[in-house]
């Protein structure tokens, strides 16, 4: 199967609604978008925002990589689809990145108690970002009542 990656600084609503499913879809249920609109409006809240987006030979999302300002630091959010994970996909999109920015920062869950929107276990992606060289900071927490995570960092 043949998969394309695009670059761009903004999604068409075509491709919002794909993030969205694949948002819902794969990460825990504690922070799905039940409606479009509120994710429509986070992605518009994003800063200075750079997307990569993985498209089967069909134009479906299979992948999805997002990067941001935030504080003055640069955030992320990737989510690969469980049907494509284990294939590179994701460290291919991390390189991309990269090798165009200094600096990465992003939230990861840290524990297999949260459930995903398919129905399965989500399974914590701690040893793929220590595979792709980022640290983890382990007294940089945020919890919330929903959802436990941890920062993760890399810096060239």
Partial sequence: M??????????????????HDLWNKEYPRQIQWQKIS?????LNSLLARRHRVILDQNDLMVGWYCDFLRDGQRYFA??????????GFGSQLLKLAQA???A???WVV?????????GKPYLPPLAFYHKNGFSVDLDDRLDTETL????ISWQR
Avoid: W
């Fill in 38 to 42: 509120d994710f429509k409006q986070y």
């Fill in 104 to 106: 990465l920062q992003g």
């Fill in 2 to 19: 043949a998969y394309r990656i695009i670059t761009i600084d903004s999604l068409s609503d075509h491709l919002k609604a794909q993030a």
């Fill in 100 to 102: 165009e920015r200094c």
């Fill in 110 to 118: 840290t524990t297999d108690q949260y459930i995903k929107g398919n």
């Fill in 148 to 151: 436990s995570t941890v920062k």
């Fill in 78 to 87: 990737m989510i690969i689809d469980s049907g494509v994970q284990r294939q």
